[in-house]
């Protein structure tokens, strides 16, 4: 009998151990990584754990070597943080903090490196509420910058690549920072994701047409690393650039296979 109410009494004891806690995934600002929140119910005045997990959005797992900072704020004013910048090996973090009084807090992450390699800091904040009484803000709907490149993701494997890091970077940093640089990416982004997915699915199902699309980009990830080391800051200086590392790139894929032909051809004839 002493037996069969013990195994009645366990799942009553565990329930509570693994009870289900808040949960919420937000995306970066630019996408680079996905930050989990989760946590249990918080009562004001005791300490709480929250559960932080770094994803990598492209692989869908836990990254690795994440260099992030923490700040947790009330109408403004920071109660927890900022903590210097802090490491994690393992992508996961445990951080105890105490929510005093009831009310909606913001916990806000900024990350600063990957896998030992420091990055503009891109920034995610979550909205926790405190108290039963307390209900959160109807969230208002972000105006995107555009998505990843599939092509470039699919071609090096990971949107952590330091290839589509410097694409993104490029995109967001300068092209869309002139109007310009926003009708041009506006219409190639209608061109470009036309027949990019199909060509990202084959790249992965065929390593070897994988390989001669890394081949084929890299002139135009060289060409483009130019930007990186110029002032841009009118629309004649994106104009000018830009024209100028189009032309770069039609000389590098079509006019020098152009000449190439023509002078076998010559040979040929001779």
Do not use: W
Request: aromatic letters at 10%.
């Amino acid at each position: 009998m002493k037996i069969l109410i013990s195994l009645f009494l366990i799942p009553l004891l565990i329930i509570p151990a693994f009870a289900q806690t808040n949960s919420q995934t937000l995306s970066t600002e630019k996408g680079t990584l996905d930050v989990k929140l989760s946590y249990d119910d918080i009562i004001p005045g005791q300490e709480t754990k929250l559960n932080v997990d770094f994803i990598n959005p492209y692989t869908k797992k836990i990254q690795e070597h994440v260099d992030y900072t923490i700040t947790v704020s009330r109408d403004g004013k920071a109660v927890f943080g900022p903590i210097p910048l802090t490491h994690t090996s393992i992508g996961s973090v445990k951080i105890p903090v105490e929510f005093v009084n009831e009310g909606v807090y913001s916990v806000e992450f900024q990350i600063e490196g990957i896998l030992f390699q420091p990055i503009p800091a891109e920034k995610v904040s979550f909205d926790v509420p405190v108290g039963k009484s307390v209900v959160l803000p109807t969230p208002v709907a972000k105006d995107e910058k555009g998505g990843g490149c599939l092509i470039a993701t699919a071609t090096f494997d990971s949107e952590l690549s330091p290839q589509v890091q410097q694409l993104r970077e490029l995109r967001d940093n300068t092209i869309l920072n002139t109007k310009s640089g926003m009708a041009f990416m506006t219409t190639f982004n209608q061109f470009y994701y036309s027949f990019s997915p199909p060509i990202a699915d084959f790249e992965r199902e065929h390593p070897f047409f994988k390989e001669a699309v890394k081949i084929t980009l890299t002139p135009m990830l060289t060409s483009l690393s130019i930007l990186n080391h110029v002032n841009i800051d009118s629309e004649q200086d994106m104009l000018g650039y830009g024209i100028s590392i189009v032309l770069l790139n039609i000389g590098m894929y079509i006019g020098i296979p152009v000449f190439g032909i023509l002078k076998i051809y010559q040979f040929k004839r001779k």
